[in-house]
């Protein structure tokens, strides 16, 4: 026989675990990307606001 059915279980939550890492280091990759796409977002948005503001002022001309 190969292995022992402990062995097999310790490789499985060796496996496990791996995986377990890896979908967490995954996920705050996620949310610290999102983070930045939401801050961009918010000065894309401002900076629309600001042109539609200063568009919207009837008279005033650079």
Known sequence: MASTPADRIEQA???IEKA?????YAC???TQRHAKL????EDAVSSL???IAREA???EED
Not at 20 to 24: D, E, L, S, W
Not at 38 to 41: C, K, P, T
């Open 49 to 51: 606001d600001a042109l």
């Open 57 to 59: 002022t009837p008279g």
């Open 13 to 15: 939550l060796v496996r």
């Open 20 to 24: 377990a890492a890896a979908r967490a």
């Open 38 to 41: 939401r801050a961009r977002i």
């Open 28 to 30: 705050e990759r996620i």
